[in-house]
């Protein structure tokens, strides 16, 4: 989960102006990269042979 701690850090890495769509891709980056690192924690990822497996026609 988000904490209000992470977004404002990241805001304030933002440049001293910015577009509503950079803070949204910005928040949306952090949230993904959230739930990977919980995803991750509880042991739900896959192994890079799975991963290949799964998109081997996509990795010709």
Request: proline share 2%; hydrophobic share 40%; net charge positive.
């Amino acid at each position: 989960m988000l904490t209000k701690t992470m977004l404002l850090k990241s805001i304030k890495d933002l440049p001293d102006t910015f577009s509503f769509d950079d803070l949204l891709d910005r928040i949306v980056l952090l949230q993904k990269i959230e739930i990977g690192l919980e995803q991750s924690g509880a042991g739900q990822t896959k192994s890079t042979a799975k991963a290949k497996e799964k998109l081997k026609k996509w990795l010709k």
